[in-house]
Structures are given as structure tokens and as C-alpha cells.
């Protein structure tokens, strides 16, 4: 019954029912019953492909170099041209770097020397000079001859703001105005600010004061781990002092207000009471 309604005949059984399906899908192994399924490739087979296609690529790559072979050893020797120029860059920076730091340690010794002293014999073996004066001279060529030798370099630049330091203590102001100029435009802006900190002393000494009060306002909006806004506002409040007392009660008690654990809080708190 069942399979006339299939349109099928007898002489189908279900023996060759079942050998058709093996010949139709391809899988001698199967039965009906496991359903039909690709083929699988084994393991060796796979392996064998693979192999294959990395033989066919590396094949493909060394057809590519002989046929390539001027271009390939160009570029190599670019690349190898361009290695070696950034390597020996960098040890010449590193090597520069080296040298300003020496020779800026050998001025430091100079500024750091001691003055004599009346009364007092000096040491045997250490360098001494008569007056800070000349002592700041001495240092501040030897600072020059570093910041023009490796102006580039940290120890450089570090130079040139000690070179306007010591024109300040020979009281040469328009040289120390003009160096510290350059290492506000050179510097860092730590180096920077601190060249701006001298900057105001400059001024104060020679009664420019509008003029630092312009560079204290400049530091106050813009603070620096070297120079902090509590330092500035400090400066910023000793001019109002003489100028303006109201301002620079004002300041102070910001500062001792929102400043309370630092040292610049202390400072104010301290003015506060010598100013009531």
C-alpha cells in the first residue's frame, strides 16, 4: 500500500531503496537512516593540502624575488640606510646630551664656589672667589659658552637661565633682561616660568612694577610645577602691599582660606596678622 501511493513498484525493495541512496549522495558507508552528508576529507589529506599551498606560496614569493631581484635589494638597502642613520642619530643625541650635562656640572661648580670670607683662610685645594660679584662672572662664562655650544640640549637651555641669573647678580640688567627672554622662548614651560619669576625680581629692582605685575598676573593664570600659583599670588601680594594694602589683604586671605596646609597658605596667614 505504502509503496503504490509513492508511485513506486514492487520490484523496489527496500534492499535496493537503500543502494540507490548510497549511490545518489556518494556515501558507500552510510545508511538512510544517518541522514546525507559531504563526504569528509581524513587528516592526511588535509595535511597534504596545506602543505601544498605553502609550497606553492613560498614558490610564488622566491619566483617574485628572481624576477625582482634589483628592486628587492634596493629597497633592503633603503631600509637598512634608513636604520642605521636613525641609530646613529640617536647616539649622537645621546652623546650630545652627555657632554652639555658635563660641561653644565662645571659651571655649577664655578657658581657654587665659595666666597671668601675676611678672617677666614680658605680651604686648601678649593677654588674661591673675592665677592659674589665676581664669582657670577666667572660662572656666567663659562654658562654662555654652554648654552652656545649645546643650546639645544636640556643642559643648554638650563645654561642660559643661569647665564641671566648671573647677569643679574653683575648687575648687567638689559643682558639679563635679554637672556631671559630667550629662555622664556626656548624653554620649557617649568624653565619658562622661572625665567619669568626672575624677570619679575628684575623689574622690582629697577622699579618697573607694572611690568612684573603683568608677568605675576601672566603666572597666576598660568602655573607650573616650577613656579605655583600660591608662590606667584605670594609675589603678586607684596607689591599690592606697598601699592594697593586692600588687594593684597584680599590675596592673603585666599591663599590662607583655600591654601591652609601649604607653605604659601602659612606665608599669608603670617602677612595677615603682621598687616592688621
Given at each position: 500500500m505504502v509503496q503504490r501511493k509513492l508511485g513506486l513498484h514492487p520490484i523496489f525493495t527496500a534492499a535496493t531503496l537503500e543502494g540507490a541512496a548510497r549511490y545518489l549522495c556518494g556515501c558507500h558507508h552510510l545508511t538512510p537512516r544517518e541522514g546525507l552528508r559531504p563526504n569528509s576529507v581524513d587528516t592526511q589529506t588535509r595535511h597534504a593540502i596545506k602543505h601544498d599551498a605553502l609550497i606553492d606560496h613560498a614558490n610564488s614569493a622566491l619566483g617574485w624575488l628572481e624576477d625582482h631581484k634589483s628592486q628587492a635589494i634596493l629597497v633592503s638597502a633603503i631600509v637598512i640606510g634608513i636604520l642605521a642613520i636613525v641609530i646613529s642619530s640617536i647616539l649622537f643625541y645621546q652623546h650630545r646630551q652627555d657632554e652639555a650635562s658635563v660641561a653644565f656640572g662645571a659651571a655649577m661648580d664655578v657658581y657654587s664656589a665659595p666666597v671668601d670670607q675676611p678672617g677666614t683662610p680658605a680651604e686648601p685645594g678649593?677654588?674661591?672667589?673675592?665677592?659674589?660679584?665676581?664669582?657670577?662672572?666667572?660662572?656666567?662664562?663659562?654658562?654662555?659658552?654652554?648654552?652656545d655650544q649645546f643650546g639645544s640640549t636640556d643642559a643648554g637651555k638650563n645654561a642660559l637661565y643661569f647665564a641671566g641669573l648671573t647677569y643679574m647678580e653683575m648687575g648687567n640688567t638689559a643682558a639679563a633682561e635679554t637672556t631671559l627672554k630667550k629662555v622664556q622662548d626656548r624653554g620649557d614651560s617649568n624653565l619658562s616660568s622661572l625665567a619669568d619669576m626672575a624677570l619679575v625680581s628684575l623689574y622690582r629692582q629697577n622699579g618697573r612694577t607694572s611690568d612684573a605685575i603683568g608677568m605675576l598676573k601672566k603666572l597666576v593664570a598660568h602655573p607650573?610645577?616650577?613656579?605655583?600659583?600660591?608662590?606667584?599670588?605670594?609675589?603678586?601680594?607684596?607689591?599690592?602691599?606697598?601699592?594697593?594694602?586692600?588687594?593684597?589683604?584680599?590675596?592673603?586671605?585666599?591663599?590662607?582660606?583655600?591654601?591652609?596646609?601649604?607653605?604659601?597658605?602659612?606665608?599669608?596667614?603670617?602677612?595677615?596678622?603682621?598687616?592688621?
Open positions: 678649593v677654588r674661591t672667589y673675592p665677592s659674589a660679584a665676581a664669582r657670577a662672572k666667572a660662572a656666567n662664562g663659562e654658562f654662555l659658552k654652554v648654552a607650573t610645577t616650577a613656579v605655583p600659583v600660591g608662590q606667584s599670588k605670594l609675589e603678586l601680594a607684596s607689591i599690592y602691599e606697598q601699592t594697593n594694602p586692600g588687594q593684597a589683604k584680599q590675596i592673603y586671605a585666599q591663599l590662607k582660606d583655600k591654601d591652609t596646609k601649604t607653605t604659601a597658605g602659612q606665608i599669608a596667614t603670617q602677612k595677615l596678622q603682621q598687616m592688621h
